[in-house]
């Protein structure tokens, strides 16, 4: 077994596994991870060459995030997935990031407690069937506020945020932003920031009117964000499973209460 460069060919390989657990997972997160931070994207190959398994990371500023750490039923047990998540943190460390992230199963959570994560937080998937609309939305963009999704994440995310807006729509007022993704299907709503409750509940509002109706939209919140909890459940969205937030290294300046939403499906943060 080796460990070698994650390839844009891989990319069939690597959804069909996630398919198989039933990952929420799109292929425009692999153009941007390997061309923003290739040397944190990795695979496993077993002795024909054939990928058996796979992980991504991202630097942020002085943070990094860990995702898409998945292997082949057939070779699990082996040691592979250890292997390439501390590929990853390697490749992190190695340019200067000082506090990891992930979101981790329950399942999961031993291997990264034995390489120091600890749990900060609960992520919840939230989906709910939307809109007001009989058609798209035409309207002109925002803007994204990166002074803004600072203060929830303690870091600057500026290429994640680019990179979701420029797929997305951005709606955004003073003190409050979210990107419109489409998410096969469906839509996430997310990055999602806000300084108080009453602009996130416009916000949201606002963007699950502009759904064509019908349209089902997912959102990864913060469960310690308990005004988007209750906002999430006041507007009929459903629990559909939760994550674990982790992180190591320095602490981080995290502050749940101004994230609504998170930027991707739990690979990049």
Not at 102 to 116: P, V
Not at 254 to 267: I, N
């Amino acid at each position: 077994m080796t460990i070698e460069p994650f390839r844009k060919e891989d990319v069939p390989r690597f959804l069909g596994l996630a398919a198989a657990e039933h990952w929420v997972a799109e292929p425009w997160e692999f153009d941007f991870l390997l061309s923003s931070f290739p040397a944190g994207c990795l695979s496993a190959r077993d002795e024909t060459g054939a990928a058996v398994g796979f992980v991504t990371s991202l630097r942020h500023d002085l943070s990094g995030w860990i995702g898409n750490l998945i292997v082949d039923q057939r070779h699990r047990g082996c040691g592979i997935g250890e292997a390439l998540f501390l590929g990853a943190l390697g490749s992190l460390r190695n340019v200067g990031a000082e506090t990891f992230w992930l979101t981790a199963s329950k399942m999961g959570r031993a291997l990264y407690e034995r390489h120091g994560f600890s749990c900060t937080d609960t992520i919840i998937r939230w989906t709910g069937r939307e809109g007001g609309q009989s058609g798209p939305s035409h309207a002109a963009k925002g803007e994204w506020d990166a002074v803004l999704d600072q203060l929830g994440w303690g870091d600057r995310r500026d290429g994640l945020l680019a990179a979701t807006s420029q797929r997305g729509m951005v709606l955004a007022g003073d003190g409050v932003f979210a990107v419109i993704q489409p998410c096969g299907r469906a839509v996430q709503l997310g990055p999602f920031s806000a300084i108080t409750p009453d602009r996130a509940a416009g916000l949201l509002d606002e963007a699950l009117n502009r759904l064509p109706a019908g349209t089902t939209v997912y959102i990864d919140t913060p469960a310690r964000n308990r005004e988007a909890v209750i906002l999430l459940q006041e507007r009929g969205f459903r629990n559909h499973g939760t994550n674990l937030l982790m992180y190591a290294g320095v602490e981080p300046d995290y502050r749940p209460e101004y994230v609504y939403g998170l930027a991707t499906m739990g690979s990049c943060g």
